[in-house]
């Protein structure tokens, strides 16, 4: 059901010209850390609070006619969801999507809001969400739009480093030579690995759902451990990445880095009291990493803050509790 093509640069530079024609750049914002200056690409403001609006638009203009009257079958926690329900409205496809029962209600109903179908899968209670999105995608005869493991996704996400290239090039003399990320299954990191060859890339997780920071270290795909801990990064929860992704991170990515849920707080609390920006946790993570101290900053650092779709009481909580 996954296509099976590598994605290339080619395709990384033609989807930044295809989100290009429909979308502006979001600023690329400059934060001052440890005497450096990092930039920070505010990817929380676009029209789905995330980057993963790339992905999906790359993807499903990639359709044949007959695909898109079929109609489309995505799976999220609430950010490609957006995406894909954006990209579908606007192309006038059916679009499904396979959601877990514990998202945070504000994604579940921007999903809805955008004219997507959601299936509500168990997470809690072990579904299997692939298994639903395939069951669904065989019954409609309808397209699998998967997360990260899609060469459409992983180039159109990548227009994200494209994007941070041109701006820091501007901003900062040069292109960056770090990049920092958060990482769920690997398709933004991926990306960006396509987009920035001369860059390094670092996926940022959270603490107990770390699997592509120990499968960069083992050499081998590694899933999420069954004891995996509760965390408000619902946006990067993800079992385990896919060779597609695995191929690309093991030969561009060093290592990885895990954050605390306490650290990711405090990357956004920062981010909102120095950027004015509203940033879910899972969006929060590359910049809780950097604010540790747990990655030695180049002379041109950049960090994706991606996505801003956080429940207002939940970040009313972060905002007004100090660790």
Same mark, same amino acid.
């Given at each position: 059901?996954?296509?099976?093509?590598?994605?290339?640069?080619?395709?990384?530079?033609?989807?930044?010209?295809?989100?290009?024609?429909?979308?502006?750049?979001?600023?690329?914002?400059?934060?001052?850390?440890?005497?450096?200056?990092?930039?920070?690409?505010?990817?929380?403001?676009?029209?789905?609070?995330?980057?993963?609006?790339?992905?999906?638009?790359?993807?499903?203009?990639?359709?044949?006619?007959?695909?898109?009257?079929?109609?489309?079958?995505?799976?999220?926690?609430?950010?490609?969801?957006?995406?894909?329900?954006?990209?579908?409205?606007?192309?006038?496809?059916?679009?499904?999507?396979?959601?877990?029962?514990?998202?945070?209600?504000?994604?579940?109903?921007?999903?809805?809001?955008?004219?997507?179908?959601?299936?509500?899968?168990?997470?809690?209670?072990?579904?299997?969400?692939?298994?639903?999105?395939?069951?669904?995608?065989?019954?409609?005869?309808?397209?699998?739009?998967?997360?990260?493991?899609?060469?459409?996704?992983?180039?159109?996400?990548?227009?994200?480093?494209?994007?941070?290239?041109?701006?820091?090039?501007? $901003? @900062?003399?040069?292109?960056?030579? !770090?990049? &920092?990320? /958060?990482? %769920?299954?690997? =398709? +933004?990191? *991926?990306? #960006?690995?396509?987009?920035?060859?001369?860059?390094?890339?670092?996926?940022?997780?959270?603490?107990?759902?770390?699997?592509?920071?120990?499968?960069?270290?083992?050499?081998?795909?590694?899933?999420?451990?069954?004891?995996?801990?509760?965390?408000?990064?619902?946006?990067?929860?993800?079992?385990?990445?896919?060779?597609?992704?695995?191929?690309?991170?093991?030969?561009?990515?060093?290592?990885?880095?895990?954050?605390?849920?306490?650290?990711?707080?405090?990357?956004?609390? $920062? @981010?909102?009291?120095?950027?004015? !920006?509203? &940033?879910? /946790?899972? %969006?929060?993570? =590359? +910049?809780? *990493?950097? #604010?540790?101290?747990?990655?030695?900053?180049?002379?041109?650092?950049?960090?994706?803050?991606?996505?801003?779709?956080?429940?207002?009481?939940?970040?009313?909580?972060?905002?007004?509790?100090?660790?």
């Amino acid at each position: 059901m996954i296509p099976t093509r590598a994605p290339t640069t080619e395709g990384v530079a033609l989807a930044a010209r295809k989100v290009a024609e429909i979308l502006p750049a979001p600023p690329l914002l400059p934060l001052e850390v440890e005497g450096r200056t990092i930039w920070c690409k505010a990817e929380c403001l676009q029209p789905v609070g995330a980057f993963k609006i790339r992905g999906a638009w790359h993807r499903l203009t990639a359709l044949t006619q007959a695909e898109r009257t079929a109609g489309v079958v995505g799976v999220s926690s609430g950010n490609h969801a957006q995406g894909v329900a954006w990209a579908a409205r606007r192309l006038g496809v059916k679009a499904a999507i396979v959601m877990p029962v514990d998202a945070p209600e504000v994604k579940l109903a921007n999903t809805r809001a955008l004219g997507a179908e959601v299936v509500l899968y168990d997470r809690p209670g072990g579904e299997d969400r692939d298994e639903v999105a395939e069951r669904l995608c065989k019954e409609r005869e309808a397209t699998l739009v998967h997360a990260y493991a899609d060469p459409w996704i992983i180039e159109g996400q990548g227009s994200t480093g494209t994007e941070i290239a041109a701006q820091m090039a501007v $901003l @900062a003399g040069g292109p960056p030579e !770090l990049i &920092v990320a /958060p990482c %769920g299954g690997g =398709g +933004l990191t *991926a990306g #960006l690995a396509l987009a920035c060859p001369n860059a390094r890339i670092v996926p940022v997780e959270p603490e107990g759902w770390d699997d592509v920071c120990r499968s960069l270290a083992a050499g081998r795909i590694e899933r999420v451990l069954p004891d995996a801990p509760a965390t408000a990064c619902d946006a990067l929860q993800t079992p385990a990445t896919r060779p597609i992704n695995f191929a690309i991170l093991q030969e561009r990515c060093p290592f990885g880095v895990a954050v605390s849920a306490a650290e990711v707080r405090a990357a956004q609390r $920062l @981010a909102f009291a120095k950027l004015r !920006l509203v &940033v879910e /946790p899972g %969006g929060a993570a =590359g +910049l809780a *990493a950097v #604010l540790a101290g747990k990655i030695t900053l180049s002379e041109r650092s950049a960090v994706v803050l991606s996505g801003g779709n956080t429940d207002a009481r939940a970040f009313v909580r972060v905002l007004s509790t100090a660790d």
